[in-house]
């Protein structure tokens, strides 16, 4: 006979995380409870699921700022649903979020800059998950965005920092935020506590079958990214000082088990990278899973997924093991970002006669999408929200709709891609102006290594009719609001700096140039001038700093000529950084080798899209002077016997002439493709 199983009603009690005291006094009351054997035959075994949220970004709804729409491939309402059938199936769970989870929708940027929130009120994005009771949080890069002041209101106070009202009270996360490695540099003391101790009654199995109970401490402790100092660093200098997480853990791991944790939980809000060990690096999984004494690790920050099932999976890296679930042998998971994915980590745990020992071994781990596949059809399904998340965030949700539409500046022209692929940079310029302004900005201030090198930056028409009429950029005349930023990049892509040479460049160019096919000048019939290589592979530059020619009549590799820098024929060996975005400076191999991660310097935290939007701001009047006239390229000039043709939106020739397009003439109203597009040609001799 087990003594908890005799206890009516104390299942319920201790389901959620217990206050320290309370578990004690309930303890008191129980002879045999806490820490004694209670009657618990040795190997008795049980699992506690480990349900990790990352990366939220404040991504309560599944809806769209932008777009204003909604969009049920992502957020938390849906991430609720997966963490309310987990509990349904694991008897012993523990939540926790492992941060970035007060940023990065335009209801993140409305409670905390536009109508901050009242100290009364909790943020939205904690309101949501309050509904499900989390256990533990730590704190990722995002949380500094704000400053340090709106920090600590929104963490209920107690932040021991110069500037900062540490007495304040305010209604806080609703669970405990845990983090390590970031101190205060007035007190010497950790911002927030490094760890927590949550005590919980663990039902498991004995070795004959019977059901067991029995008490468990399980330790949480959490570490960030020590590039906050560059990232905020005029929020945080003077006021914070980092360190590295393996230097923390070695710290306060042995610190936590001396207080009696049985297993230690590490929330890293950081992932995985192939480096060496440095106190600095942003992702340093590898190396904290060797820190003794961490039984599961939950990670992000890198918006991957760990484990990954693809059949060629993510972070393929020594001591990574995908099929376990493991990193050097540590249970982990990367649960993706915006509430995309639940990380569950199924720590087996085995009664020692004492008390619970984790067993890595016998441990596992998985995601849970929020897809969970595809109707006939070929649309993706995903699980219904959770109809309580909404109504929580409702009003809020509505005032951040209306703070999208507000104006943030003007266009005095059509900023459009309707004849990007001919050459009208009108939506590209003010895309690469922002990733310029941004990346030179960075680099003066925290790569000095990099400040003598030119900074320039690549973007393409994302947007380019591949899926009919309505498919390009097309920003009116007027106003901008924030909700056109969406147009204007269509990804959510983080901004990346890579560093490349001049013959770098002619190769990237190249590869960009596939956009078009090989044109035969001498044939008399009508030849199509776009390929199936995709718009958004179209990188091109829009400063009178860089001019090249493209010639479709040559083939692939050898198209772009006359390629110069400042007027003068480009320097192969000279250096440049150039801005772009993650997906191309970590994927893009196929354009130059060092476009597969090895040539970036810096993975900004920033959205290519909130970049822009900051450059409208800075810029409000944007004008097709100063932001739609900087064409870098053009076609080599050839005659053609027959018509060079292409499809763009529908009767939409203005928009061309307005660009200064004089070589581009409309066909056929209607192109013959189904798409509602016109045929246009262009006269490549002119
Ligand atoms: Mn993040
Ligand atoms: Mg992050």
Known sequence: MHYWNNEGGMALVTRRALAGAAAAALCAALAGCGGSDAGVPTGATATLAILETTDLHFNVRSYDYFKLAEDKSYGFERTATLVRAARKEFANTLLVDNGDTIQGTALADYEAVVKTIPCTQQLSMYKAMGALGFDAGTLGNHEFNYGLPFLNQVLGGGLEVDGVDASQKCAGAGFPMVLANVYSAKTKKPLVQPYTIVERTLTGKAPDGSEVKAPIKIGVIGFTTPGIMNWDKRYLEGKLTTEGAVESANKYVPELRAKGANVVVALLHGGLDGAAYSPTMENPGLHLSKVAGIDAMVMGHQHGVF??????????????????????????????????????????????GSKWISDKTASKSALRTIQTGKDAAGKAVYVDADPGIAPLVEPQHQAAIQYVKTPIGTTDFRMSTLFADVGDPGAIQVVNQAQQAYVAAYIQASLPQYKDLPVLSVS?????GFQGAADYTDVAVGPLAINNAADLYLYPNTVYAVKVNGADIQNWLEAAAKRFNQIDPAKTTEQALISSFPGYNFDMFTTPDVQYEI??????????????????????A?????????????SGKSFIDKLDGSGTIWASPDANRDVVIDYIRKHPSITRGANGTAQSWRFAKVKTAGAVVFSSGAGALSVAQAAGLKNVSLLAADDGTGKGTSKYAIDLSQ
Do not use: C
């Open 307 to 352: 484990p990954d099932t693809a059949a060629t999976p993510s972070f393929n890296l020594p001591g990574v093991d995908h099929k376990a679930g493991t990193v050097n042998g540590v249970p982990a998971v990367m649960a993706s970002s915006w509430g995309k994915a639940l990380g569950v980590v199924q720590l087996a745990l085995r009664w020692d």
């Open 460 to 464: 393409a028409p994302f947007k380019s």
């Open 551 to 572: 010639d479709v009549t040559q083939p692939v590799g050898s198209r772009i000529k006359n390629l110069t820098y400042l007027g003068k024929a480009i320097n192969p």
């Open 574 to 586: 000279q250096e440049f950084v150039i801005a772009t975005n993650n997906y191309r400076a970590t």
